[in-house]
């Protein structure tokens, strides 16, 4: 049966990345060892740490004057890395959900954190408009898409302090204009690579300017001096990341694969706001995500969430149920899933719709 892989994260890789990576794992570059089992200095795998970078770089056409470095320690250790690095005494933070709120918490180990709007009040099923930033924020932190929620900022706007973003579940789905932002990061493992990587892409000039010691590993400017390799960086992750970025190249870059995901997303929607059976739980079109479709029963129809669950699994669909904390079900369009993973979602649910009416 055809599998049909719609996990938040870890989630679906293209096949190029899985088959390239199995190769290298039993031998790599042609030294016959492991890429496991050689040193990350070795010629072999410095080449790979420099391709990454400058691939990272072209695809996602970053300016002059920023750095990209690979980490360990999950999106989730930059919640700390950035105030660490960045906060003098204040800093902004727009509260979209769950991550957006475990950033707020690390921030609050290292001074003011206002919380400039939220969107708790409705579950977070919408991004808040309409707030001010303090100008005297050392920076202003949002999470571009909102993974548990299905919510999503697609526009690289202009704010008068450096802007920061968590771009872990939708990097490399639409191009952006980087020179908007002082840093992005996010884990790999949503539309990268394998968990075990964090990407950040820092503009120099934000560094040095805190008066705190910072330990070394938590020093951005550490893993820029030493272009990720002040200690072992998580050596099959960054390899495994490479050859995703190589597959984003060869479908024609990322512009090529934002109509891809416009269009998956766009026939999705349209069934969950055709199917009687089911429900939106993003109003508004223009916060609804291109990455984490969220979906529940609609009025009257309840009863029905775990069969759904229940059809679909037996139907080859993996990863559809919706966050713990809201329920519902969630499907993931990430870079890698194909179009026709989609459309068999699709007519799982028009099936379901005609049994059940
Ligand atoms: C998954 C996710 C995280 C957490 O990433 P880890 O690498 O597990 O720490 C943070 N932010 C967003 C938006 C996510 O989707």
Known sequence: MKKH???????????????????????????????????????QFVAVMDEAQALFKELLNIPEGYS???????????????????????????NTGAWANKAIKEAKNFGEVVEVASSKDKTYNYIPKGYEVPEDADYFHITTNNTIYGTEIREDFDVNVPLIADMSSDIFSRPIDVSKYAVIYGGAQKNLGP???????????????VDRTI???????????????????PVVPVFAALQTLKWLKAQGGIAEIEKINIHK???????????????????????????????????????????????????GFFGLKGHRSVGGFRASTYNALPVESVQALIEAMQEFEKIKS
């Open 68 to 94: 990209v470095i690979f980490v360990g320690g999950g999106a989730s250790t930059q919640f700390a890395m950035i105030p660490y690095n960045l906060m003098k005494s204040k800093a902004a933070y727009l």
């Open 265 to 315: 997303a766009g026939l999705l929607y349209d069934e969950i706001d055709r199917n009687p059976m089911f429900k939106g739980t993003v109003e508004d079109v223009a916060d609804r995500s291109l990455m984490n479709i969220c979906f529940v029963m609609n009025e009257g129809f309840e009863q029905y969430e775990k069969e759904f669950l229940e059809f679909a699994a037996n139907k």
């Open 195 to 209: 968990a075990g990587v964090t990407f950040v892409i820092i503009r120099n000039d934000i560094l040095g300017k």
């Open 5 to 43: 892989n719609f996990f938040a994260g870890p989630s679906i890789l293209p096949q190029f990345t899985l088959d390239e990576t199995i190769k290298a794992i039993s031998d790599f570059a042609g030294t016959g060892l492991s890429l496991m089992e050689i040193s990350h200095r070795s010629k």
């Open 215 to 233: 330990p070394t590993m938590l020093n951005y400017q550490t893993h820029i001096d030493k272009g990720s390799m002040f200690n072992t960086p």
